[in-house]
């Protein structure tokens, strides 16, 4: 069965740090693209960052770029997403995704999906 489990969002003040993880199994994580998208009420899920299957290749949306970094394990089958600089603009729910290697890495057809952790940053 495969499963993406997310962890790691809260509640933070602006400014503050946070680390999410998704953890992957059922699958071969580790030959896939990873990324993280987010949805913010009343707004479409949007890109946030990806990365190769191999770490080699990173991509961030251009509000990330400077502030997030994403990073994989994959002996541990695992993603990161460390957010630095965090705004009230952050706040959304985030979703860990895995996509083929061919797959464009900021588009959303993504393969399979985590449920989502919700991150909140209060002004």
């Known amino acids: 069965q495969v499963q993406l489990v997310e962890s790691g969002g809260r509640l933070v003040q602006a400014g503050g740090s946070m680390r999410l993880s998704c953890a992957a199994s059922?699958?071969?994580?580790?030959?896939?693209?990873m990324g993280w998208f987010r949805q913010a009420p009343g707004k479409e899920r949007e890109f946030v960052s990806a990365?190769?299957?191999?770490?080699?290749?990173?991509w961030y949306a251009d509000f990330a770029k400077g502030r997030f970094t994403i990073s994989r394990d994959n002996a541990k089958n695992t993603v990161y997403l460390q957010m630095d600089s965090l705004k009230p603009e952050d706040t959304a729910v985030y979703y860990c995704?895995?996509?083929?290697?061919?797959?464009?890495?900021?588009?959303?057809?993504?393969?399979?999906w985590g449920q989502g952790t919700q991150v909140t940053v209060s002004s």
């Open positions: 059922g699958f071969t994580s580790s030959r896939y693209t």
């Open positions: 995704a895995a996509a083929p290697q061919r797959l464009p890495p900021t588009t959303p057809g993504y393969l399979y």
């Open positions: 990365i190769s299957w191999n770490g080699a290749s990173t």
